[in-house]
């Protein structure tokens, strides 16, 4: 199976149907300004222990900025054998759709994902 490009009125329908986990591969202070409701930050350079966790069933989509970078890393994944979706036109497009935001709301700890984990660590 490979990268499955979804529209971002799909994003809702794939995160009830499928249980898919949303992430959001910008740094953390885009992520701030805006992201999509129920996305979890995971900056590209915490990206590799972050998918460690993650079970190789579970759905997860990724969406960048515009695009590009979510299907380059989707595509990544997918040939570990992780089932990846990317959002098609990232943030932007969600945007232009006119679709729920957050802006300036985090909707968890602003801690990163590292930090986390180290945490559970010690």
């Known amino acids: 199976m490979g990268l ?3 529209s971002s009125k ?4 794939y995160r009830r149907r499928w249980n898919a986990m949303l992430v959001d591969l910008r740094n953390p ?6 992201h999509i409701p129920e996305a979890q930050n995971v900056p590209l350079e915490e990206l ?3 998918m460690e966790q993650v ?12 695009g590009n970078t ?6 990544r ?9 990317s959002v098609a036109g990232g943030i932007d497009a969600y945007r232009a759709c006119e679709l729920q935001l957050y ?4 909707l968890h700890e602003e801690k990163s994902y590292i930090d986390s984990i180290n945490k559970k660590r010690l």
């Open 4 to 6: 499955c490009l979804i």
């Open 103 to 106: 802006k300036g709301k985090v």
């Open 48 to 50: 590799e222990l972050f």
């Open 77 to 85: 994944y997918v040939k570990r054998g992780y089932r990846i979706c």
């Open 29 to 34: 202070k885009a992520y701030r300004q805006w």
């Open 55 to 66: 079970p190789k069933s579970r759905l997860v989509i990724f969406y960048c900025q515009y």
């Open 70 to 75: 979510s299907i380059q890393e989707g595509c």
């Open 10 to 13: 799909e994003i809702s329908e």
